[in-house]
T-cell receptor
Framework: QKEVEQNSGPLSVPEGAIASLNCTYSDRGSQSFFWYRQYSGKSPELIMSIYSNGDKEDGRFTAQLNKASQYVSLLIRDSQPSDSATYLC????????????FGAGTRLAVHP | DVKVTQSSRYLVKRTGEKVFLECVQDMDHENMFWYRQDPGLGLRLIYFSYDVKMKEKGDIPEGYSVSREKKERFSLILESASTNQTSMYLCATANEKLFFGSGTQLSVL
């Protein structure tokens, strides 16, 4: 059974701090990795994608991928209360989009 | 911007009713998906379509069917709604990345 694991949280950080969200996956053949943000009662919104080892930065967000260790992380710099949401890690293992697996999500709470 | 439109934001149906959930995308993507999301269970794939009239079962297809007569439209059908199908239903479309519609919160009473 291919899996994507996330700590459910809640992860509580003060405003202005760095929030670090982690995700591990079981299929070594996985090719594509995504982070989605989901506010309560809303649908998931894609915020980052990463395909190769290393870091990818977009504004306050940095995605990090380490295929050897089978983990992907998301860093949010200068966290704001509006970042409070559930963050879903998603992985396409070997097999294509119809095999896309979502983690259960980590709830982030940024307090003023 | 990718636009994925689901016809209803909230829907209340009775047990045994036939329910249609509609999804339309404007990006000419070949791949479309139906997921349901439940607390504690996360997102689960119901059905996937990779072309017009082509479909593939996901992880939890029981009690559901789908229709894709046109490339832009993917419908989810609950043949006889049951209370355990109360859930948030999410349509998505993909090229290299997966984009979701706004979701339909379905309550079956």
């Amino acid at each position: 059974q291919k899996e994507v694991e996330q700590n459910s949280g809640p992860l509580s950080v003060p405003e202005g701090a760095i929030a670090s969200l982690n995700c591990t996956y079981s299929d070594r053949g996985s090719q594509s990795f995504f982070w989605y943000r989901q506010y309560s009662g809303k649908s998931p919104e894609l915020i980052m994608s990463i395909y190769s080892n290393g870091d990818k930065e977009d504004g306050r967000f940095t995605a990090q991928l380490n295929k050897a260790s089978q983990y992907v992380s998301l860093l949010i710099r200068d966290s704001q209360p509006s970042d409070s949401a559930t963050y879903l890690c998603a992985v396409i293992p070997s097999g294509g989009y119809n095999k896309l697996i979502f983690g259960a999500g980590t709830r982030l709470a940024v307090h003023p | 911007d990718v636009k994925v439109t689901q016809s209803s934001r909230y829907l209340v149906k009775r047990t045994g009713e036939k329910v249609f959930l509609e999804c339309v995308q404007d990006m000419d993507h070949e791949n479309m998906f139906w997921y349901r999301q439940d607390p504690g269970l996360g997102l689960r794939l119901i059905y996937f379509s990779y072309d017009v009239k082509m479909k593939e079962k996901g992880d939890i297809p029981e009690g559901y069917s789908v229709s894709r007569e046109k490339k832009e439209r993917f419908s989810l059908i609950l043949e006889s709604a049951s209370t355990n199908q109360t859930s948030m239903y999410l349509c998505a479309t993909a090229n290299e990345k997966l984009f979701f519609g706004s979701g339909t919160q379905l309550s079956v009473l």
